[in-house]
């Protein structure tokens, strides 16, 4: 790479690493009230007590709540959460033995996922992407080990969108490394600059740019000095390790804006309430007291806290010597305030409890269904954008890996021979909707034709697949359409054969 495009890309981070700069303040403020021990931007040694001044941990809750419920909706631990069917251009009798295969893919590649750290990484990415955006990257392992997932905090990373609005570019920089830390992670591969070759106890700062280049369609990856502005490291494949994704965005930004920064005024609103109910509280159980003097008194020299003692002027003979501070203002309305804001940061981050049925003691299970049917119809449009951004790329990585290890055959998801299909809670509780459509067509035409009647009016051999379809189940065990229409056919055999023989019964006799 010429230098002049090592300028470019240097330019190109300064300009990245600007716009995260004007963030900075707006995350530091929604990381203290929702994630306070979680703040990279406030964060300045280890130890550091994070939420001491957090009051009301009402918005904390709801962000651990969000983040599980989302996951639990998307991609919960342990159960296949997207799946691999055949494509558009995958002639419809081939579609079977098609999707026969792909699910065996489908379940190597949820084998070595639950093998990985994918559980434990993905908590912390959707931490950050309630605030704003998540990210992590996957990259590649041993034989024992091949996937490696990292959540990257959000301080740590710049980015660059594309013209439709994709990630083109991630840029992070790394500080204080030793040069067999180098080695380390990027391998023989990676050039030690000159001037650091004689100095075995250097500390490098490098740059770590990794970008798509849209003419040649391909993935590169460099790593600069930040000193001599020399590439140290070159890479270029057909996938690259980085995913990020967000629940939602403004154009022309860059990063997400989360549900947090929605509930953010709220939150605040608590806080300080909550803060001023505990100044007063104090107040009340310690107060203020005034000492009558004599004295000259400088109003500079003494604080209204609790248990302080102000001297003041006395104005008449016949007054204690030392009395409480007379009180004013009214802290009560804080408890009304704050439980309908608490109210709105519930509603805002998806964690809001059952409301109360008036005039009835407790909700029926019907009732409870269709409450939780709602919630969760409600984020299923707020999780559209997550699925695309967070979905799609971790299944092109880690099929890549998986190929290059030589551990699943040559499959690429293109939408022509291989689609994605999102098997999640939110698209069964779809999938189970049109099922449900259907049985009650199937139930009308039962009304209207009788039972016998009804089952010819459906594609009876499709049946069985397409129902196991819906409910997401095993396709290896269940009979193909062939073997299905044969099965009918000797039923209705046997069944004529029967028939004839129940007629034939009484003359004979």
């Not at 995913?243 to 990063?255: C, I, Q, W, Y």
């Not at 129902?467 to 095993?474: F, R, T, Y």
Request: hydrophobic residues 40%; glycine residues 4%.
């Amino acid at each position: 790479m010429e230098q002049n495009q090592i300028n470019a890309l240097l330019s190109r981070r300064e300009r990245a690493v600007g716009r995260t700069a004007t963030w900075m303040d707006l995350l530091k403020n929604a990381y203290k009230l929702a994630i306070p021990n979680r703040n990279p931007w406030e964060m300045t040694s280890e130890g550091t007590n994070m939420n001491w001044d957090v009051y009301d941990s009402t918005l904390v809750m709801a962000t651990k709540k969000f983040v599980h419920n989302t996951i639990n909706a998307l991609m919960p631990p342990g159960k296949n959460f997207v799946k691999l069917v055949a494509g558009r251009e995958i002639p419809d009798e081939e579609k079977e033995e098609k999707n026969k295969q792909l699910q065996k893919i489908t379940e190597t590649f949820f084998h070595y996922l639950d093998q990985s750290n994918f559980d434990l990484v993905i908590s912390e990415a959707f931490m950050d992407m309630a605030i704003s955006t998540g990210v992590m990257q996957i990259n590649e392992g041993d034989d024992d080990h091949p996937l490696i997932f990292s959540a990257i905090p959000s301080d740590q990373v710049s980015f660059e969108t594309g013209p439709r609005g994709e990630f083109s570019a991630f840029f992070r920089d790394w500080h204080d490394l030793r040069p067999e830390h180098c080695f380390e992670l990027w391998g023989d591969d990676f050039v030690l600059p000159e001037r650091y070759k004689d100095d075995h106890q250097a500390k490098l700062e490098l740059y770590e740019i990794s970008y798509y280049d849209y003419k040649e369609k391909t993935y590169r990856y460099v790593v600069i000095d930040k000193h001599t502005k020399e590439m140290a490291y070159f890479r270029e494949e057909n996938s690259w390790e980085w995913v990020a994704f967000r629940m939602s965005k403004l154009p022309g930004e860059d990063r997400g804006r989360g549900p947090v920064l929605d509930a953010l005024p709220s939150a605040a609103t608590i806080n300080k309430a909550v803060e001023d109910e505990l100044t007063a509280a104090a107040l009340q159980a310690a107060p203020v007291y005034m000492a009558y003097t004599n004295a000259i008194v400088n109003p500079y020299n003494f604080k209204i806290a609790p248990n302080e003692i102000i001297p003041v002027n006395p104005m008449g003979s016949d007054q204690w010597p030392i009395a409480p501070l007379p009180s004013a203002g009214n802290i009560n309305f804080t408890a009304i305030v704050v439980n309908d804001l608490r109210s709105q940061i519930n509603e805002i981050m998806m964690t809001q409890p059952l409301q109360p049925i008036f005039n009835a003691p407790d909700r029926t299970a019907t009732e409870v269904a269709i409450n939780q049917n709602t919630i969760r119809e409600n984020a299923s449009a707020a999780y559209q954008r997550i699925q695309r951004e967070l979905f799609d790329p971790i299944v092109d990585r880690v099929l890549y890996i998986l190929r290059k290890k030589g551990l699943v055959g040559d499959v690429v998801v293109d939408g022509k021979s291989v689609s994605l299909t999102y098997s999640t809670p939110l698209g069964q509780s779809k999938e189970q909707a049109e099922l449900e459509s259907f049985m009650q067509f199937y139930q009308i035409m039962i009304g209207f034709f009788g039972p016998e009647m009804s089952v010819n009016l459906v594609d009876s051999p499709k049946l069985p697949r397409w129902v196991g379809e819906k409910l997401n189940s095993k396709l290896d065990l269940i009979k193909d359409e062939t073997e299905i229409l044969m099965m009918i056919q000797q039923a209705q055999e046997q069944a004529e054969n029967a028939a004839e023989a129940a007629i034939d019964g009484p003359g004979q006799a």
